[in-house]
């Protein structure tokens, strides 16, 4: 009997409550960002080199708050803003600065992504290097992997999106935005072929764009004689302006800084039928036209008249033998 009353005194007996020991709650950035402050149950703390900040507390069985303050971060180049979180238990709060209900009963991460945004300064140079005035290209067309296609000014500076956040198998990390140029006009034409060049504005500041231009060199020739002539080369731009330079003393005429498309070169003062000729610039080239002159009229009139003159008395003989068979 004794024996019983000590079992069931030893089962009354209360034992102490397990013990739990301090919950933290790790916040970490994607970027990587020194400076961004959260604030867990009113309580703030700061990221710092290594992007994360980390919150103590006693284990509990209640509902907690986090909070991400992002008004002051980047910096005259950069700028960063909140974009989304992963980890936070409640998927209806992923994109809410504050989040409420977040346990404190074990160690866990929460992940603050951010989308960044950099100051880009664009420019254009020439195949050999020479920068190209804004004047000439004062704008281009720029098409980013997210599909969203912008006209940017050249030499002037633009703020683009560089950084996005990429949730992808319950993993929250960042992905640089990446742009490709699809045109850059010039008097009408495209200077470039779509697609072929690009840059990420979070890999570099200022951008540099190669639009390529190219010297027509203009000559003509009498169509018969061979000898020069005209004295302007007139040139019709792809956007239908027209250029007229006047031949020199080696008479030839030459357009500088071209882009590539399709022209039509006319030659004036030829003192007969103007001649007018479409081509391809591609590349610098040299066309010759050829000009029918006042004298080529001439001959030619002169050739043709002499023909008919000889048909003519060809058939009056043949008529003549017909009669005296």
């Given at each position: ?26 916040v ?11 604030a867990?149950d ?18 509990d ?5 986090l ?17 989304r979180?992963?980890g ?7 994109f ?24 880009v300064?664009?420019r ?12 000439l290209?004062p ?13 940017l000014?050249?030499?002037r500076?633009?703020?683009l999106?560089g ?5 992808r198998?319950?993993?929250l990390?960042?992905?640089?935005v ?7 006009d010039?008097y ?23 639009t ?12 018969v ?59 610098t080239?040299s ?6 002159s ?10 043709l008249?002499?023909?008919a003159?000889?048909l003519?008395l060809?058939g ?6 017909r009669?005296?068979?």
């Amino acid at each position: 009997m004794a024996l019983l009353v000590i079992t069931l005194g030893c089962w009354l007996v209360p034992t102490p409550a397990f013990a739990a020991g301090p919950v933290t709650v790790t916040v970490r950035t994607t970027p990587q960002l020194a400076g961004v402050r959260f604030a867990f149950d009113g309580r703030t703390a700061v990221t710092g080199a290594d992007g994360t900040a980390r919150f103590t507390g006693e284990h509990d069985f209640g509902g907690h708050t986090l909070a991400v303050d992002d008004s002051e971060l980047g910096s005259a180049g950069q700028k960063f803003n909140f974009a989304r979180w992963a980890g936070q238990r409640d998927p209806d709060q992923a994109f809410r600065r504050t989040v409420q209900g977040l346990p404190l009963r074990a160690d866990y991460t929460v992940t603050a992504a951010f989308t960044a945004r950099f100051r880009v300064t664009l420019r254009c140079v020439d195949q050999d290097g020479k920068p190209v005035p804004r004047t000439l290209v004062p704008q281009v067309t720029v098409r980013s992997d997210t599909g969203r296609t912008q006209r940017l000014p050249v030499g002037r500076p633009v703020w683009l999106d560089g950084l996005r956040p990429v949730y992808r198998k319950s993993v929250l990390t960042s992905r640089r935005v990446g742009y490709v140029l699809l045109s850059a006009d010039a008097y009408g034409a495209n200077t470039v072929d779509a697609g072929r060049q690009g840059f990420r504005p979070a890999e570099e500041r200022t951008v540099t764009f190669t639009t390529p231009f190219h010297d027509l060199t203009v000559s003509a020739r009498d169509a018969v004689f061979g000898s020069a002539a005209g004295s302007t080369a007139q040139v019709t731009l792809p956007d239908g302006s027209v250029r007229a330079v006047p031949f020199g003393t080696d008479r030839t005429a030459t357009l500088r800084g071209l882009p590539h498309g399709q022209y039509e070169v006319e030659v004036t003062g030829g003192n007969g039928l103007r001649a007018a000729q479409q081509i391809r610039l591609s590349r610098t080239q040299s066309v010759q036209v050829r000009v029918v002159s006042r004298a080529d009229l001439a001959l030619t009139a002169g050739v043709l008249a002499t023909v008919a003159l000889g048909l003519l008395l060809a058939g009056r003989r043949l008529r003549r033998g017909r009669g005296g068979v």
